[in-house]
């Protein structure tokens, strides 16, 4: 791939100042629990399986979650290499959820640089640099401090590409590819999403100015990086799904299906482009980027696009109507929405108008973010549950908890059991078959995450904030 044109110095001094810039204001709040409005659900299924690391079986083979009810809670996921780091954080500190935080914020701070070095190779400065703040500024920003794998695992594959090609045409040794190999592979593993970011290779691969040696080792070496995610997603997670009798989390649809219910949803799709993954300035660039890079961009950075948004379609059909209902699913492509809108500002006249235009993406960005760093009232009372439980019985206890698919209050009851909806509460067959499954307590929730309801059954806590009952 041809590099486009330096025209000029970078209109700022270092990018990696800006990275530390940003990274300092995510450290805003970073030992807060995982209960900010925006899917505090799913991070607390990352906790939970680390947790179970620390305090039930240490083999990365057989993560565990907490609201499998009287079951060993072993479920196919996510390879869970984050959760393990969180694990292994745990076995010198203690453990303490907010590790993930730190450790994704490291990562991804690394992958920023990662995409800087992979844009700036490609593109030149001032687009890399441009690409960079717009993505450090995008939904990046939050969901690189939440205790969740997918600015994680993008950074990864990130890492890898940038690593490998340093061998590939920079004539650093092997041990590079090496490297690359490993952090790609663990990238995919961590979420195969991430994998959206090895549409750059097979382009890569269309530029004979390398040697066909060279070309067929970079081959060679992606496909080496597949196979473990292959196997992980292919084979494993459906043995985990049987040995623990317990499904969980998503793995994806017909394609079939997911884009029929993506059709029934157009006006929320569109919304996670326009809106959410970069805001509406960010997108506006976003849009001018295309037209530039369609009218008079390179066969290989069409292509490149072409390739990154044909998978990407392929991922939210997956996904299906999941897609429109959770933000983060946009993570794998916003580098290439970032780098695209750089390409349009980068070919304005002016130095002062870019500045001008890009300052406008990261404030509005960084504004419609913001709110994500504080934690309701109503939420933090969850924080009391563990202690209450605790006074009420041991640990082992299995109990039920009326925050329908939430599995954040279970989380930080520091129990075992079963989310069930208030109407599940009422239904007598149901508690007679969990009682005799070993239910011992329920927790009825009042405000966050559940509504009051009466149970016939005795009181065992009864507060403003969640009512216990012995079973």
């Known amino acids: 791939m041809k590099r486009l044109s330096d025209s000029g110095t970078a209109f700022f001094n270092d990018i990696r100042f800006w990275i530390f810039v940003f990274f300092v204001l995510r450290m805003a709040g970073i030992m807060q629990p995982p ?153 995919l593993l961590s979420k195969l999403p991430a994998g959206l970011v090895m549409a750059l290779v097979p382009v890569i691969l269309f530029d004979h100015a390398q040697s066909t040696k060279r070309r067929s080792g970079l081959a060679i070496l992606v496909l080496l990086a597949i196979l473990p995610a292959a196997w992980w997603y292919g084979l494993h997670v459906p043995r985990l799904n049987e040995k623990g009798d317990f499904v969980h989390f998503f793995m994806g649809k017909p394609l079939a299906e997911g884009a029929a219910e993506l059709a029934k949803r157009v006006p929320e799709t569109a919304a996670m482009f326009y809106e959410t993954a970069m805001k509406f300035s960010g997108f506006v660039f976003f849009a001018a980027g295309l037209f530039v890079v369609f009218r008079r961009g390179s066969l290989a950075v069409k292509a490149w696009l072409t390739l990154s948004s044909l998978l990407f379609l392929l991922f939210m059909f997956r996904a299906g109507e999941n897609f429109s209902r959770h933000s983060y699913y946009m993570i794998p492509f916003i580098p290439v929405m970032a780098l695209t809108a750089a390409i349009f500002l980068t070919k304005l006249p002016g130095r002062h108008t870019v500045f001008i235009l890009l300052a406008v993406a990261m404030i509005e960005g960084l504004l419609n973010q913001q709110h994500d760093f504080r934690i309701s009232d109503n939420n933090k009372a969850i924080l009391r549950l563990g202690q209450v439980m605790d006074q009420l019985g041991p640990k082992h206890e299995l109990v039920a908890v009326n925050s329908g698919e939430y599995p954040t209050p279970l989380y930080f009851a520091h129990r075992k059991g079963w989310l069930l909806s208030n109407e599940q509460l009422a239904d007598t067959m149901l508690m007679k078959e969990l009682r005799g499954k070993g239910l011992k307590k329920v927790i009825v929730l009042k405000k966050a995450f559940g509504k009051p309801t009466t149970l016939q059954a005795d009181i065992r806590w009864d507060d403003a904030d969640f009512r216990v009952y012995a079973y």
């Open 35 to 187: 209960l900010e409005v925006a899917h505090n659900w799913r991070q607390t299924t990352v906790t939970m399986v680390a947790r179970n690391f620390y305090e039930t079986d240490a083999g990365i083979w057989l993560p565990r979650v907490d609201m499998a009810g009287e079951k060993s809670g072993i479920t196919g996921m996510e390879f869970p290499l984050f959760n393990y780091l969180i694990y292994l954080f745990s076995l010198v500190f203690g453990y303490d959820h907010w590790y993930g935080r730190l450790i994704n914020l490291i990562v991804s701070s690394l992958g920023s640089w990662s995409f800087y070095r992979l844009s700036r190779r490609f593109f030149g400065n001032q687009t890399a640099f441009a690409a960079t703040i717009l993505l450090l500024s995008s939904l990046w920003f939050t969901y690189s401090r939440k205790i969740m794998p997918d600015t994680f695992s993008v950074s990864l594959v990130m890492m890898g590409l940038d690593t490998a090609l340093r061998w590939y045409y920079d004539g650093r040794g092997r041990q590079w590819l090496v490297t690359g190999f490993l952090l790609i592979a663990l990238g």
